[in-house]
């Protein structure tokens, strides 16, 4: 599975970004998709994660600002960010996780830094 994400940037505290993490090299709809972010001295942490059902989940500190969703007509997922924080900054990855495997695949990042 080839993963890229595109879509991020800069943006004040308060503001919105969708970023979008496009895939090939297998059957879309049959991946668990998520995003994870690695903030400046931290680990990556996992968002939120989309299943092939379209059940979502999210991380408590994204839960009611951040949105995952998926296109599998396009082969692509979102996510949707709003009430950004500085907090927010870091580099935002999108995973894709073949149903009823354990293997990972890792997108390259995509920057999103949040001023304040």
């Known amino acids: 599975v080839q993963l890229q994400a595109f879509g991020g940037g800069l943006v004040q505290a308060g503001g919105s970004l969708r970023l979008s993490c496009a895939a090939s090299?297998?059957?879309?709809?049959?991946?668990?998709m998520g995003w994870y972010r690695q903030a400046p001295g931290k680990e990556r942490e996992s968002l939120a994660t989309?299943?092939?059902?379209?059940?979502?989940d999210y991380a408590d500190s994204v839960k009611g600002r951040f949105t995952i969703s998926r296109d599998n007509a396009k082969n692509t997922a979102y996510l949707q960010m709003n009430d950004l924080k500085p907090e927010d900054t870091g580099v935002y990855y999108c995973?894709?996780?073949?149903?009823?495997?354990?293997?990972?695949?890792w997108g390259q990042g995509t920057q999103v830094t949040v001023s304040s």
């Open positions: 995973t894709a996780r073949p149903y009823g495997t354990q293997k990972t695949y």
């Open positions: 090299g297998s059957i879309f709809s049959r991946n668990i």
């Open positions: 989309i299943s092939v059902f379209g059940n979502t």
